[in-house]
């Protein structure tokens, strides 16, 4: 919301030489966040100029400029920066005619941008100040609008002061307007009204309600009649509560708009249209209370309705949209039953003020939110209206909204207000909220007196009297977010400021902390990160092709996905991941690894879910309602995922690069494994979903049982887009992992005893794999084989067709003696028999 501080000041005593900073914390102190500062940066002198004569001047490259000769002060007056009353300047723009008033910035002056101004030489010329157009004064994103051409002529926009006036305060200038977010709670602040109340609580400085200042009529007797009918209210809430006409008749369409609303408008981040339309959003802005505005001779039988659309039903929106309406749209109708307009959202083109329109019918209206809301996303049509109408507006602003959008029409367009008007009002008033006696304390910790809670929530509008248990507070028609005594609470201590709440350290409970499969978690995570990995939260749903690339199976379907193409919740982490990697190399980012700890969900086949009945809202769950909840829900067990690409070093002085490839796969599952205390390898009997059929395989943990917990390896080549060069992944389950890891960790003594080295290179068929070798070496060399490490795999000249040759080091130990040469390399033999009984190896000569 965008608040112009003078337009403020009207309805809060504003301190004289109020910045908009200070506004800024004043508001920040009672919950809004601060965003930025529009206008406010334009200094002058900037006057009000007139042309006396212009010489055309054709340059060499085409273009034209005007020498002109300008009077910018009264005749025997000195001009407003001390010069002289008559400059020369050069302009550029074409619509300047002898006998206009522009505005002229004069040497000293500073433009938006900032853009200051000098006298300088242009064009063989000493230009002694600028012609401004719109654009440049900061009045218009484009000229065009308010002077067609590029200089701003005083005359199109209805102004002929004298020469020499400050244009600053002419224009409307001198004005900035401060912005801040406003929550979706807190709809009522979505005006001027709001924030001039929201800045008194503040600061305790004094509130004029604008609402007050008009006296609306009491009767319903308008020309206009109104039927409201709704069929098919949403979640049993009518859609329209409130809903009010007024007729203005014999405006004038041509009456231009006065420059103080245009400028206001402005400031808000409101483009000025035409006068009626104009006062509409000028009342908005103020009251909070969105208004339209119809031409009474465009309404069919001179009456309106209030329905739901029917299926398919056609409209023609003010943006020239023609549009098919859905049965949940709640429309405007006129007397012969025509849709004329989206409630709350937009107007219809057949009713709409144009050009030649002298009667108006103002219509001031109260609709459902979420009615409004649907209807906004439904037809991708957010407006003004639906922002404030889906957080709520007051529903008891309408009258007086309605009123001052006559009073301004009356008096700045010539029109003539019938004096009844059509009030149609079913709005329900705001429910009491007992605040009991401590419980700001309770809730906060801050202790505030009763009279500190009392003045705090009359500031922002509410009615409070003592009751037995504590204060009755009644919220008023502006807060229907006021339900309960939290609410309230929130309330009075956003007003005596948040200061007051204590800062003070939960004491953690004794003997708890983090459970062991937390602990194991975050042991994960720091240890990925600690070796360069960079953790990443992906979108957890992925398309069908996605799935069945990398995990085939049952899958649950989204009903109402934000991404039609991806409805499937995920079996895998790697679809996201490698999302995540192709937008990194996207971003010139080639060389990345990432990891993920996440769920995923496994349906089981032909099982059914979400049938479990939910506990209602606002109760406490029945026994068993949450656990028949849990059981309700497909298996959800927690993985972790790591997806490496790019290069592994990078290229270097004597150094080429290394590509990643399936060693890196390998890397990430022995740390994973590392971090848990469990120990894991890679089997090659299956080949996993979406991987390389030879550089891949499952995790599987080396203690007994054996559990595959996994996949790792090479991801097939080509298999993600614009991601060239191999790519090492790893998937495993963490939930199955943590089941096989051992309870504690075991500490082996760090042995006082010399160890024994020896290698071992043994030929196999290519086909064999060398973990499976490495297995049963150490298997037959036995306890006292300390480490085991592949070092060498050879192919080629001295080897017969189809083998390799496998060389491991040896490490032994003995933990009670030295050990022999002897004993070590029987050791070794024996290790080497058993890889000859399983793989058929022999030793390499």
Same mark, same amino acid.
């Given at each position: 919301m965008r608040i112009p501080v003078g337009w403020l000041a009207e309805y809060a005593d504003l301190p004289a030489g109020t910045t908009p900073e200070a506004l800024h914390a004043a508001l920040v102190r009672v919950g809004f966040e601060e965003e930025t500062v529009h206008g406010g940066d334009l200094s002058g002198p900037v006057v009000v100029g007139e042309v006396l004569e212009t010489t055309p001047e054709p340059q060499k490259n085409g273009k034209t400029i005007r020498w002109c000769s300008v009077r910018v002060a009264p005749e025997g007056e000195r001009a407003a920066d001390g010069g002289e009353p008559v400059r020369g300047i050069v302009c550029g723009a074409g619509n300047l005619h002898v006998g206009d008033k522009v505005v002229v910035t004069l040497p000293g002056a500073v433009l938006p941008g900032p853009f200051p101004i000098a006298a300088r030489k242009t064009y063989g010329h000493v230009s002694d100040g600028m012609i401004a157009s719109a654009r440049e004064l900061g009045l218009s994103d484009d000229s065009a609008p308010l002077s067609a051409g590029g200089i701003l002529r005083l005359t199109e926009i209805g102004l002929d002061p004298e020469v020499g006036t400050d244009a600053v305060a002419l224009l409307g200038l001198d004005d900035a307007a401060v912005e801040v977010n406003v929550t979706p709670d807190r709809g009522y602040a979505l005006s001027i009204r709001g924030i001039a109340r929201e800045y008194g609580a503040s600061t305790g400085a004094a509130f004029r309600d604008p609402a007050l200042a008009v006296t609306p009529p009491t009767t319903d007797d308008g020309a206009v009649r109104v039927t409201v009918a709704d069929g098919a209210p949403i979640r049993g809430r009518t859609g329209c509560s409130v809903f009010v006409t007024r007729v203005v008749r014999g405006v004038d369409p041509a009456a231009p708009v006065p420059r103080w609303m245009s400028s206001r408008l402005r400031l808000a981040g409101v483009r000025s249209i035409s006068l009626a339309v104009d006062v509409t959003n000028y009342v908005m802005l103020e009251l909070g209370q969105p208004l339209h505005g119809y031409d009474l001779a465009r309404i069919g039988g001179g009456a309106l309705g209030v329905r739901r659309a029917k299926p398919g039903e056609p409209l023609v929106t003010l943006d020239g949209q023609r549009r098919a309406l859905d049965a949940e749209d709640l429309v405007i109708t006129d007397g012969a039953g025509a849709v004329i307009g989206l409630a709350g959202v937009m107007g219809g083109e057949a009713t709409e003020i144009t050009a030649s329109t002298t009667d108006v019918v103002i219509e001031a209206a109260n609709f459902d939110p979420v009615s409004v809301g649907r209807t906004a996303r439904r037809h991708k049509l957010p407006s003004e209206a639906s922002r404030r109408f889906e957080r709520g507006v007051d529903p008891g602003v309408a009258r007086a909204a309605a009123q001052r959008a006559v009073d301004l029409l009356v008096e700045l367009a010539g029109g003539t207000a019938d004096p009844g008007q059509t009030w149609f009002d079913e709005s329900e008033p705001p429910s009491p909220v007992l605040l009991p006696t401590g419980a700001v304390l309770r809730r906060t910790g801050a202790e505030v007196t009763d009279a500190e809670a009392v003045s705090a929530l009359e500031a922002i509008g509410c009615t409070v009297e003592s009751a037995e248990e504590g204060l009755l507070v009644v919220p008023p028609t502006w807060r229907r977010d006021l339900l309960e005594s939290a609410d309230v609470v929130e309330e009075v201590v956003r007003i005596v400021g948040y200061?007051?709440? %204590?800062?003070?350290?939960?004491?953690? !409970?004794?003997?708890?902390?983090?459970?062991?499969?937390?602990?194991?978690?975050?042991?994960?995570?720091?240890?990925?990160?600690?070796?360069?990995?960079?953790?990443? @939260?992906?979108?957890?749903?992925?398309?069908?092709?996605?799935?069945?690339?990398?995990?085939?199976?049952? =899958?649950?379907?989204?009903?109402?996905?934000?991404?039609?193409?991806?409805?499937?919740?995920?079996?895998?982490?790697? /679809?996201?991941?490698?999302?995540?990697?192709?937008?990194?190399?996207?971003?010139?980012? +080639?060389? $990345?690894?990432?990891?993920?700890?996440?769920?995923?969900?496994?349906?089981?086949?032909?099982?059914?879910?979400?049938? &479990?009945?939910? /506990?209602?809202?606002?109760?406490?769950?029945?026994?068993?309602?949450?656990?028949?909840?849990?059981?309700?829900?497909?298996?959800?067990?927690?993985?972790?995922?790591?997806?490496?690409?790019?290069?592994?070093?990078?290229?270097?002085?004597? @150094? *080429?690069? #290394?590509?990643?490839?399936?060693?890196?796969?390998?890397?990430?599952?022995?740390?994973?494994? +590392?971090?848990?205390?469990?120990?894991?390898?890679?089997?090659?009997?299956?080949? %996993?979903?979406?991987?390389?059929?030879?550089?891949?395989?499952?995790?599987?943990?080396? =203690?007994?049982? #054996?559990?595959? $917990?996994?996949?790792?390896?090479?991801?097939? %080549?080509? =298999?993600?887009?614009?991601?060239?060069?191999?790519?090492?992944?790893? #998937?495993?389950?963490?939930?199955?992992?943590?089941?096989?890891?051992?309870?504690?960790?075991?500490?082996? !003594?760090? =042995?006082?005893?010399?160890? +024994?080295? @020896?290698?071992?290179?043994?030929?196999?068929? #290519? *086909?064999?794999?060398?973990?499976?070798?490495?297995? &049963?070496?150490a298997a037959g060399a036995g306890a006292l084989l300390e480490a085991i490490d592949l070092v060498d795999d050879y192919r080629g000249a001295g080897l017969p067709d189809g083998t390799r040759s496998l060389t491991f080091a040896l490490r032994f130990r003995a933990a009670d003696r030295t050990l022999t040469a002897a004993e070590a390399t029987a050791a070794k033999q024996a290790g080497a028999a058993v890889a000859a009984e399983r793989w058929g190896a022999r030793l390499r000569e």
């Open positions: 200061d007051r709440i %204590p800062s003070v350290l939960p004491v953690a !409970p004794p003997g708890r902390g983090l459970t062991r499969e937390q602990r194991l978690r975050r042991s994960l995570g720091t240890v990925l990160a600690a070796v360069g990995g960079f953790e990443v @939260q992906s979108y957890p749903l992925v398309s069908a092709e996605q799935q069945s690339a990398y995990a085939p199976g049952p =899958s649950m379907r989204v009903a109402n996905p934000l991404d039609a193409t991806a409805p499937l919740l995920r079996r895998s982490l790697l /679809p996201g991941l490698l999302d995540a990697a192709r937008r990194n190399r996207s971003r010139g980012l +080639a060389d $990345v690894a990432l990891f993920e700890l996440g769920s995923v969900f496994l349906p089981v086949e032909g099982a059914s879910y979400g049938t &479990a009945e939910l /506990p209602p809202v606002g109760a406490r769950p029945a026994p068993g309602a949450l656990t028949r909840i849990r059981e309700d829900l497909p298996p959800q067990p927690a993985h972790v995922a790591v997806v490496v690409t790019g290069d592994r070093l990078p290229k270097g002085p004597g @150094q *080429a690069a #290394e590509p990643v490839d399936w060693r890196d796969a390998i890397d990430a599952v022995r740390r994973i494994g +590392a971090a848990v205390g469990a120990e894991l390898r890679v089997r090659q009997d299956v080949v %996993p979903a979406g991987f390389h059929p030879t550089r891949s395989g499952e995790v599987v943990t080396v =203690s007994e049982p #054996e559990v595959v $917990v996994g996949a790792a390896g090479e991801l097939l %080549p080509g =298999s993600v887009a614009d991601v060239p060069g191999r790519i090492a992944a790893v #998937e495993v389950d963490l939930d199955a992992l943590l089941g096989a890891a051992p309870a504690g960790i075991d500490f082996t !003594p760090i =042995s006082t005893m010399p160890a +024994a080295t @020896q290698d071992v290179s043994l030929v196999v068929a #290519e *086909a064999v794999p060398a973990d499976g070798v490495r297995e &049963a070496v």
